[in-house]
């Protein structure tokens, strides 16, 4: 969902220009090379190839998607959507992934998420990418009112790799060294007024990581570690929130706490959409058992919060 972060950037005259933009990229045609259905999580995924080189071939790529809407499977206990479509633009001499976006509701079907691929991607980079996983993250979830983006992007930036280490796709450990490295950039700066009136890249982002991050570690320890963000969010999806719905933010947080059994969601939403919310990170990683050891981390089992921890990113 990248390019609707241009609304927060400069404000509502952009949003008109976003959306016709939007409109007139759906009405143009794209030639589809070649077409192949992956099947994943009780759903058909409808990948579609524009014309153009990959020198991977169109299977390699087609195998990342699957191993993509796996990991959000594994993690939402189902596909979210029964029926979705990737389409993916290759790009001359370029490498990696880049501009994903996600829509729903498009031609048909409940979620649509566009990709770039660039030709001279390699299997390694291709097995390491992040981008299709964050991008179909987004159709487990409602789409929300433009003062609540951080919500969805900061979800998809934080289920993201959790999803990847419980299907066994990543180790724990990087993903918790990535969470030290980058959970920063979501502290409040000055004149923050909260998270619904502060549209930055790093709030938008990593903000809304590290509201999921401390709702996680909250519902985990109010519930004796029965329950986490997990069971919120596949309750928010079963209930019919995904991205083909609109919904307003307080309906997915109020079906999120009634899943728990608590208040967390609606509690900390109340505080932090309207306030900067500072968070004492190298506390909570001492609490957790993250440990920095040069450029990784070691864990720490016998810190207070090392149970919670383990259940964020057990293996499903």
């Given at each position: 969902m990248a390019d609707k972060r241009l609304w927060v950037v400069v404000g509502s005259a952009v949003v008109l220009l976003v959306v016709v933009a939007h409109a007139l990229q759906f009405r143009r045609d794209v030639k589809v090379e070649s077409t192949r259905n992956v099947s994943v999580g009780g759903a058909t995924i409808q990948v579609d190839f524009a014309e153009g080189p990959l020198d991977l071939g169109t299977e390699a790529v087609a195998g990342r998607v699957k191993d993509a809407a796996s990991a959000v499977a594994v993690y939402y206990g189902r596909f979210p959507v029964s029926r979705a479509r990737m389409l993916i633009l290759p790009v001359r001499d370029r490498h990696g992934l880049f501009r994903g976006t996600t829509w729903g509701g498009v031609g048909g079907f409940p979620g649509f998420t566009r990709i770039s691929v660039g030709q001279q991607t390699t299997a390694k980079e291709l097995a390491e990418d992040w981008m299709m996983t964050h991008e179909l993250t987004h159709m487990a979830f409602p789409n929300l009112p433009d003062e609540n983006h951080w919500m969805e992007e900061g979800l998809a930036t934080y289920v993201e790799p959790i999803a990847r280490v419980e299907a066994g796709q990543l180790d724990a450990k990087t993903i918790w060294r990535e969470m030290m490295d980058g959970m920063p950039?979501?502290?409040?700066?000055?004149?923050?007024?909260?998270?619904?009136?502060?549209?930055?890249?790093?709030?938008?982002?990593?903000?809304?990581?590290?509201?999921?991050?401390?709702?996680?570690?909250?519902?985990?320890?109010?519930?004796?570690?029965?329950?986490?963000?997990?069971?919120?969010?596949?309750?928010?999806?079963?209930?019919?929130?995904?991205?083909?719905?609109d919904w307003p933010i307080e309906r997915a947080l109020e079906v999120g706490d009634r899943a728990t059994g608590t208040h967390v969601l609606r509690e900390m939403y109340a505080r932090w959409s309207v306030e900067p919310v500072n968070v004492d990170l190298a506390a909570l990683w001492r609490e957790l058992g993250v440990r920095r050891v040069g450029d990784l981390v070691e864990f720490e089992g016998k810190a207070p919060l090392a149970g919670v921890r383990e259940g964020i990113t057990a293996r499903r």
């Open positions: 950039k979501g502290e409040p700066e000055a004149g923050d007024q909260g998270l619904d009136r502060t549209h930055t890249w790093g709030r938008t982002y990593w903000g809304g990581a590290l509201f999921c991050l401390v709702a996680d570690v909250e519902i985990r320890k109010e519930t004796k570690n029965r329950k986490g963000l997990q069971d919120a969010l596949r309750a928010i999806a079963a209930a019919g929130g995904t991205i083909d719905q």
